[in-house]
Nanobody, 115 residues
């Protein structure tokens, strides 16, 4: 089985930073697209950032210039570096991977931006 395990969420003040990690285990062969999504209270889940197998990235307009998605292939780990955090970034963040063996989601990790 493929499992995605997230870590790094927590409480941070506005203007602060967090780094989310998503570690994959199991039968990982190759991926097509990896990404981070978030879901705020009362709102639909939205795409935050995506990373393709060639290293190309795309970001939601709301996070451009502040968030960076990356991966470490040797560790089967994906990251989301979040800087200059705002209260409106508060949400549950989910990692996702579309791979040759299936479509997988992490369990989600809470990010709260508050003073």
């Amino acid at each position: 089985q493929v499992r995605l395990v997230e870590s790094g969420g927590g409480l941070v003040q506005p203007g602060g930073s967090l780094r989310l990690s998503c570690a994959a285990s199991g039968s990982i062969f190759s991926f097509y697209v990896m990404g981070w999504y978030r879901q705020a209270p009362g709102k639909q889940r939205e795409l935050v950032a995506i990373l393709n197998s060639g290293g190309g990235t795309n970001y939601a307009d709301s996070v451009k210039g502040r968030f960076t998605i990356s991966r470490d292939n040797a560790k089967n780990t994906m990251y989301l570096q979040m800087n200059s955090l705002k209260p409106e970034d508060t949400a549950v963040y989910y990692c996702h991977s579309s791979t040759s063996s299936g479509n997988y989601w992490g369990q989600g990790t809470q990010v709260t931006v508050s003073s």
